[in-house]
């Protein structure tokens, strides 16, 4: 779909919003720091920190606020009458400086595309630029200008609820998405928001909102390359964390948000601080009231104030009680002026009320949540091949809950959603399956939640009296994202107990799972022979779902995070440190549980085909590589079913002896190809010598000499029956090694 095709948008509408957040050229930047220094010359300071203030529509904000230029941002407008409305108020204001207009777009606008965790596991930087894409265009089509992502939190435990909003475990993987994602937004028409800053993934417990505590060369390895990823590809801002970081509460953080993010990696727009997280300062405990709160954030790097009322209520006082510089509110109030101007907002015309979110979903729009969906569902396992439907099948019985759940398909954080958009499952079922004379019996043996099993029955017949049973269970909305931390991640309420039910009827049956993070299966593993990993598919679930079980697409998603045996295994990541006491069979006093095997059920990188791949002949082009050079592996991947199919290629490298433990496999580099039956390819991935380092706790980044291991493969399995084994190595000479203080590359 084209803008252009969406009724009553204009060509310069449409031009304005394709550069949204364009990066300029240094003369062009020249000529926008010099209206900045105009513009700020003329402020007054109340006006200044006007401009720091972030509130929402609704209550406590009054529309005259806007026009006495006491708010600088504005949250969920999400209607062209109301961001009309508010422009022209900002034009009634003595400076006329316009606001940001900012939303939650995390997955789509109207039309939803897969959550955040879903869209990862397929690998590809393409469909994440993509989907962000169409979800900024349809937002900025009725006025929204920024986005509060991607979410860039990097998360090794399922526990999390947020772990949907991101990308999973790994920072390689991490960081390509996140960019893709930012520059997806920005084609679109939005500015990004990079958030949460920083290592917001890892609360104790995975408990939302608890304190964090990771070390600094762990941060530096594994936390914030997808936040300096995000700066490289030009987001607008940040929104620092609402957790304590190593006892520092991230809002009043000045390592994270002025060493960091300022100094090291020369970000230059501005830091928002998360919903009234500056006034959440108090219940840290490092301050005793709101203006010490307001000061220490401004003082530490924080920008802006979302909903707090803070910095408007107190930060004038602290400036003329000199606790607060008054040149330091003049470099936050820079930074947001900055990015208003390299948003064009200044000479951009006032939306036109009459575009309304009603115009999506379109049918582009449909047809591309539907290609993206597909792409990133996961085949856990096939035994037998199941899956996909076979062609001799007349009767289908489709049982569970989640199978007519149009709004919980959707996920959390769907922005202008509407259950009424979506096509469910069972529908997506039914309407492929009339095409080939196949019967639906539909039953959902249980509510939403499974509490209660009074249709098991009625289920457990229609089952019998089908050829083949699709199970369509897992996580309903409500028990995903934000606030949903879970301490028991089996399946919920009596799911486990139905599933069995029908495993007992004997017929073939596939399991699709909905939901936001893995789950436990326990037993369901061993009964159910195809499991289908489906996340929150959005608004097109139901084709892209019948597209993949009836065998029209071959699934090809990856996941993204490790799928574990029993909750006590959380966190649980592949890419963790060696121990001196590696796993042996039958030896208790090495690395195991005692009632639990270590091993995950599914491993990162994870993902069957309804083909199969072979892998042969991998090359490294070079045995030593010195400073400067590129590491090239190349491998030859062919098809070998008879069905078309894309696999993801995976190199994994190790370092075995160095100065410090490095993880026993870590991800540097990927690619997701597409094959035909019988077809070969010569792939060959790039690793830069320079990113194959680690940094010391003081930020000291190294590339140390040594002989290094490399693995390809599908998956990232260490252990010998896996297709991640050990192929080759290679050597790094010695190299000049400065201190670098945590860029990310040898000096």
């Known amino acids: 779909m084209r803008l252009s095709d969406v009724p009553g948008l204009t060509q310069l509408t449409l031009a304005l919003a394709m550069t949204a957040?364009?990066?300029?050229?240094?003369?062009?930047q020249e000529a926008i720091e010099r209206r900045v220094n105009e513009l700020l010359a003329q402020m007054t300071l109340e006006e200044k920190v006007g401009q720091l203030n972030l509130v929402s529509h609704g209550p406590p904000l009054r529309w005259e606020d806007i026009s006495e230029g006491k708010a600088g941002a504005l949250l969920n407008f999400n209607s062209a009458p109301d961001v009309a409305r508010a422009q022209a108020l900002a034009r009634q204001s003595r400076l006329k400086i316009p606001p940001l207009f900012g939303l939650d777009v995390l997955h789509g606008f109207r039309t939803q595309f897969p959550l955040p965790l879903g869209e990862a596991a397929a690998f590809s930087p393409r469909i994440s630029r993509f989907a962000s894409e169409w979800a900024a265009k349809e937002a900025a089509y009725v006025g929204v200008n920024w986005t509060f992502a991607p979410m860039a939190d990097l998360s090794r435990d399922s526990r999390w609820g947020r772990i949907v909003e991101g990308f999973g475990e790994d920072p390689t993987l991490g960081a390509a998405l996140t960019a893709a994602r930012v520059e997806g937004f920005r084609k679109g028409g939005l500015a990004a928001a990079a958030k949460h800053f920083a290592g917001y993934g890892a609360p104790q417990g995975g408990r939302d909102y608890d304190t964090t505590y990771i070390p600094r060369a762990e941060m530096y390895d594994t936390y914030l390359p997808p936040f300096?990823?995000?700066?490289?590809?030009?987001?607008?801002?940040?929104?620092?964390?609402?957790?304590?970081?190593?006892?520092?509460?991230?809002?009043?953080?000045?390592?994270?948000?002025?060493?960091?993010?300022?100094?090291?990696?020369?970000?230059?727009?501005?830091?928002?601080?998360?919903?009234?997280?500056?006034?959440?300062?108090?219940?840290?405990?490092?301050?005793?009231?709101?203006?010490?709160?307001?000061?220490?954030?401004?003082?530490?790097?924080?920008?802006?104030?979302?909903?707090?009322?803070?910095?408007?209520?107190?930060?004038?006082?602290?400036v003329r009680a000199g606790r607060v510089p008054e040149s330091v509110i003049d470099e936050s109030v820079r930074r947001v002026l900055r990015t208003k101007f390299r948003m064009g907002l200044f000479d951009r015309p006032d939306i036109d009320t009459s575009h309304l979110d009603s115009a999506f979903p379109s049918p582009e729009s449909r047809q591309a949540a539907r290609e993206v969906a597909r792409e990133t569902f996961v085949l856990l396992q096939n035994r037998g091949d199941v899956l996909p439907i076979p062609s001799s099948v007349r009767s289908v019985a489709v049982v569970g809950p989640l199978a007519d759940a149009p709004h919980d398909q959707m996920g959390p954080h769907a922005a202008r959603g509407h259950k009424e958009?979506?096509?469910?499952?069972?529908?997506?079922?039914?309407?492929?399956?009339?095409?080939?004379?196949?019967?639906?019996?539909?039953?959902?043996?249980?509510?939403?939640?499974?509490?209660?099993?009074?249709?098991?029955?009625?289920?457990?017949d229609a089952a019998k009296r089908s050829d083949f049973v699709i199970a369509v269970f897992g996580e309903p909305q409500e028990l995903s994202g934000e606030a949903a931390s879970r301490a028991h991640m089996e399946l919920n309420g009596k799911q486990i107990e139905v599933l069995e039910a029908l495993a007992g009827t004997g017929k073939p049956v596939a399991l699709v799972i909905v939901g936001g993070r893995p789950q436990v299966l326990g037993p369901v593993a061993e009964s159910f022979p195809s499991i289908l990993m489906t996340w929150y598919p959005g608004t097109e679930a139901g084709p892209a779902v019948a597209d993949v079980l009836f065998g029209d697409v071959s699934p090809?998603?990856?996941?993204?995070?490790?799928?574990?045996?029993?909750?006590?295994?959380?966190?649980?990541?592949?890419?963790?440190?060696?121990?001196?006491?590696?796993?042996?069979?039958?030896?208790?006093?090495?690395?195991?549980?005692?009632?639990?095997?270590?091993?995950?059920?599914?491993?990162?990188?994870?993902?069957?085909?309804?083909?199969?791949?072979?892998?042969?002949?991998?090359?490294?082009?070079?045995?030593?590589?010195?400073?400067?050079?590129?590491?090239?592996?190349?491998?030859?991947?062919k098809n070998t079913g008879a069905r078309d199919g894309q696999e993801v290629v995976q190199l994994y490298t190790r370092d075995p002896v160095a100065s410090r433990s490095r993880p026993l496999r870590e991800l540097k580099a990927f690619e997701k190809i597409a094959l035909k039956p019988g077809e070969a390819k010569r792939v060959t991935l790039q690793v830069p010598v320079e990113s194959l380092g680690f940094h010391l706790d003081d930020g000291t980044y190294l590339v140390e000499a040594g002989t290094i291991q490399v693995f390809v493969g599908g998956n990232s399995l260490a252990e010998p029956i896996g297709d991640a084994e050990i192929v080759k190595t290679f050597r790094i000479p010695p190299m000049e090694r400065r201190a670098s203080a945590a860029i990310g590359i040898v000096e």
């Open 556 to 637: 090809s998603g990856k996941l993204p995070v490790t799928w574990p045996r029993a909750t006590g295994q959380m966190p649980i990541y592949y890419n963790r440190l060696p121990t001196g006491r590696p796993t042996l069979p039958n030896n208790r006093f090495t690395l195991h549980y005692i009632d639990e095997a270590i091993t995950p059920l599914y491993p990162f990188g994870w993902g069957l085909s309804y083909t199969q791949f072979a892998y042969s002949d991998t090359a490294i082009a070079q045995k030593q590589i010195g400073e400067g050079e590129t590491l090239e592996v190349s491998v030859t991947v």
């Open 21 to 28: 957040t364009f990066l300029p050229m240094a003369g062009a």
């Open 228 to 318: 300096r990823a995000a700066v490289e590809a030009g987001t607008a801002s940040f929104m620092a964390a609402f957790n304590a970081l190593n006892g520092e509460p991230s809002t009043a953080n000045p390592w994270l948000l002025t060493d960091v993010l300022r100094k090291q990696w020369g970000f230059d727009g501005f830091v928002t601080s998360d919903w009234v997280g500056i006034g959440e300062l108090i219940n840290h405990g490092i301050a005793a009231d709101g203006a010490e709160a307001a000061r220490k954030a401004i003082l530490a790097g924080v920008d802006m104030d979302m909903m707090g009322l803070l910095y408007i209520k107190h930060l004038p006082d602290e």
């Open 421 to 460: 958009d979506s096509v469910s499952i069972l529908e997506g079922i039914r309407r492929r399956a009339e095409g080939a004379g196949i019967a639906v019996h539909h039953a959902p043996a249980c509510d939403l939640f499974c509490r209660n099993t009074e249709g098991l029955q009625a289920a457990v």
